[in-house]
């Protein structure tokens, strides 16, 4: 299946967005090596997306199949390495955002943070029971999409050269 059928409405993908506070502030090599192991075993899985950690936050996205999502998001509830994990946006899309990440470590440039950490702090205002968030963090999902395009752009060029 190529790009064109993705977007067309071939594949019904899941996409969960969730907010989670680490029980302590993460090293550089935590990060990799949570990053190493959830990129494995998401592509066995066959789920996609990207993760950010800023501000002993964690944002992930993820995307693929319906049950798959649904244990793997039993699992990263059950992980003692973060707590307070809470669903922004859990909806089903025409085509993944992240394709080509089974799991990707964003990284936010300096005029970035300041935004996301703001977009962050006004999650804990939005109560369990209130109205789903339509598009969470749109400045932090906007930012992690065009990283993730300028990626698979380099990508691109590099297999062509």
Known sequence: MDKSDKRS???TIRQVIYISQAIRPMKQEDIEELV??????NRQLGITGALLYIENSF?????????PI????????????HRNMR?????????????DWSMAYVKPD???????ISELQSTSSV???????VMPLPHTFAMMQHLYE????????????
């Open 70 to 81: 649904t244990r793997l998001l039993a699992t990263i509830e059950s992980d003692p390495r």
């Open 87 to 99: 669903i922004l946006s859990d909806r089903t899309i025409d085509f993944r955002n992240f394709e």
């Open 110 to 116: 300096p005029q970035d943070s300041s935004i996301i």
């Open 9 to 11: 409405g071939m594949e």
């Open 36 to 41: 190493a192991t959830a990129s494995h075993n």
């Open 150 to 161: 300028t990626d698979a752009t380099l990508q691109r060029a590099r297999s062509n050269t």
């Open 127 to 133: 109560g369990g029971d209130e109205d789903p968030i």
């Open 59 to 67: 944002v992930q996205v993820l995307e693929g199949e319906d049950a």
